[in-house]
């Protein structure tokens, strides 16, 4: 296995949480909670760490989209992430997708901006049914 995302983080700068990604962390995320309160969380969890920033959050009937952005610590590049809540039979399903600004390819860092939230979500409590 190629670090850094493989030949395909040279080329590529975008990931998505994609019901058939061969990774399961970059599966769609379930989780038992309404999207308001997922919402929450996930605003709370941003609050804590020191790269990420909620840049926006709103409510459509009862769905909640989320605009988050993180900084790489180095470089500081910014890559955005897009967030779409929606809810289900038991709860609520994130999907979304991380980009980045500039650049033709990633390292597989939008990948791991995915998978970070995830983890974040884990700590909370509230990713997994």
């Known amino acids: 296995m190629l670090p850094f995302g493989g030949l395909k983080g ?4 975008v990931a998505t949480l994609d019901p058939s990604a061969s990774d399961p962390r ?4 379930d ?3 309404p999207p308001s ?3 929450q969380a996930i605003a709370k969890w941003v609050e804590s760490e020191s ?3 909620l840049e ?10 989320m605009h988050l952005t993180r900084t790489t610590r180095v470089l500081r590049f910014v890559d955005d992430m897009h967030l779409e809540l929606t809810p289900t039979a038991t ?8 980009k980045s600004r500039v650049g033709k390819g990633d390292l597989g860092q939008n990948a791991r901006n995915l998978i970070e939230l ?10 997994g049914q």
């Open 51 to 53: 790269l990420w920033k």
């Open 31 to 33: 989780v038992s909670t």
């Open 118 to 127: 995830r983890r974040g979500l884990e700590n909370l409590g509230i990713e």
């Open 91 to 98: 709860g609520t399903r994130i999907s979304g997708k991380s």
């Open 26 to 29: 970059l599966h769609p995320i």
């Open 37 to 39: 309160e997922t919402a």
């Open 56 to 65: 926006s959050s709103d409510q459509g009937g009862d769905r909640v989209t």
């Open 10 to 13: 040279l080329t590529t700068n």
